[in-house]
């Protein structure tokens, strides 16, 4: 089957030109959905082609709007005619394209463009398997970003992979994707080693395994993580905390496929896809001398830093109905009453989704009936605070600044928009500046208020954020 691929010609493309452009890429087998008059289609999944001749606004705006919709992989295809530097290039990948080629007529390089789109397209495939779908949950355009890059690297290469992140952010799940999506044909099993279980006296048995007799208590001969690892993956948890002695003696085994048990002379080879883990700062251990840099560039081929919750806050409510459902598979969706999902999307998780799972542990386990989940399944323990009064919060100094403004003759307009700008500034301040999770505290779309910020403060462009915003 064709992959099929949306095209959109932006700037004063000359109609010969987008025939020829379109032509190519169909002769190569691609299923081309051409958009000549320019008109912009709804966002669908997929990938997608941006052809332009000169490098304006309206192309960034074109990209922006796929990063925000988060669903479509863009290819910027740049004719021949016009001068790209590096700067324009990496502008280009900021504001979401995936990658830029150039289109020459004489040279079309189309085999380039095709083998980008075969790929992406084989990634969307495994990212909707259920693999992927039915094991880490979310839509959010952040986790998604995440979700595809290690869905290529687990599928379509052998290399070593550092997860970092904070505790709870699914590390481990991450690491079983990557080896449930692993296509060689005799994988071996999955061997998880939690580096800050080891023991230092009995590590080198854990790594190496050792032979009957090594030491005390070594009744009988026993195979290490290395051994048991042959032909699979060797996911290490936590590897920030290896002791340096024994970050040495990994090296040895990453660098050169052998090692010898305990007590034994014999080499033994193993191969295996190494993934690490930790929610250290590795570089940082790298500088102070708490971690070797040999060992942390063999381990770190590839990196991937997996969002906290608070980053990816449109997945809460998935996530928890996920959790939820598996706790109570007889309860109808949706689960949550209006007052629930406020609170659940509200809470903060210091704990990540492990938080959020342990929080539908405790409310399932108090709620009954086949009816939606009410605030009274909440524990004591894990009700919020109360807050500051509705019907007062605007008395003091708010009241004050309005009572200075109309002394100096400011009218209610300027004074409504400087109380917008400044709740905005006020919420993404308090929320690290992640838009998803301000743009719930402020009850508006996240699209909105994107919208807004792009916009800039001095006015307001689009009739949604008004009518959102006021």
């Not at 993580?225 to 936590?238: C, I, P, R, V, W």
């Not at 969706?333 to 903060?348: G, K, L, N, V």
Request: proline share 5%; charged share 25%; aromatic share 6%.
């Amino acid at each position: 089957m064709p992959t099929r691929v949306g095209i959109r010609f932006l700037g004063n493309v000359d109609p010969a030109v987008q025939d020829r452009v379109t032509g190519v890429l169909a002769g190569a087998g691609l299923s081309v959905d051409s958009d000549p008059r320019g008109q912009r289609k709804s966002p669908t999944a997929g990938s997608f082609l941006v052809v332009f001749d000169h490098l304006t606004g309206e192309v960034f705006e074109e990209l922006r709007m796929a990063e925000i919709w988060g669903n479509r992989r863009v290819l910027a295809i740049a004719l021949a005619d016009l001068m790209l530097d590096s700067s324009d290039v990496w502008s280009l990948l900021r504001c979401g394209a995936s990658d830029v080629v150039r289109w020459d007529d004489a040279d079309p390089p189309v085999r380039a463009v095709s083998a980008r789109l075969d790929r992406w397209a084989e990634i969307d495939r495994l990212m909707r398997s259920h693999s992927v779908r039915d094991t880490l949950i979310g839509d959010s355009p952040t986790w998604i970003a995440v979700l595809r890059q290690v869905v290529e690297v687990a599928a379509f290469t052998q290399t070593a992979i550092l997860l970092t992140g904070e505790s709870g952010t699914g590390k481990e799940l991450v690491a079983r994707l990557i080896h449930r999506l692993d296509r060689r044909p005799d994988r071996g099993p999955f061997v998880v080693l939690d580096c800050t279980t080891v023991v230092p006296t009995l590590s080198g048995s854990e790594f190496f395994g050792h032979e009957r007799g090594a030491f005390t208590g070594a009744v009988a001969a026993r195979d290490g993580a290395f051994a048991q690892a042959n032909g699979g993956t060797l996911f290490l948890d936590e590897v920030g905390e290896l002791p340096l002695t024994l970050q040495a003696e990994l090296l040895r085994v990453i660098q050169e496929g052998m090692y010898k048990r305990v007590g034994s002379d014999i080499w033994r080879d193993t191969e295996f896809r190494l993934v690490c883990a930790t929610n250290r700062p590795l570089r940082d251990a790298v500088k102070n001398g708490g971690f070797r840099s040999d060992l942390y560039y063999r381990i770190a081929a590839w990196g991937c830093e997996l969002p906290p919750l608070r980053e990816r806050v449109d997945d809460i409510l998935p996530l928890a109905t996920h959790f939820l459902s598996a706790l109570i598979p007889s309860l109808c969706r949706p689960p949550f009453d209006s007052a629930m999902t406020e609170y659940i999307s509200r809470r903060d998780y210091p704990g990540n989704v492990r938080d959020l799972r342990l929080l539908m542990a405790r409310i399932a386990a108090r709620h009954v009936g086949d009816g939606p989940v009410t605030v009274g399944s909440v524990p004591e323990s894990e009700r919020p605070e109360a807050s500051v009064d509705a019907l007062t919060w605007w008395q003091g100094s708010f009241e004050k600044a309005i009572e200075n403004a109309l002394g100096s003759g400011v009218g209610l307009r300027e004074i409504g928009k400087r109380a917008q700008d400044t709740a905005i500034a006020v919420a993404l301040a308090a929320e690290g500046g992640s838009l998803r999770r301000a743009s719930l505290r402020l009850g508006v779309t996240e699209r909105a208020l994107q919208m807004r910020r792009s916009a800039g403060s001095s006015t307001m462009q689009s009739d949604e954020v008004k009518d959102q915003i006021s």
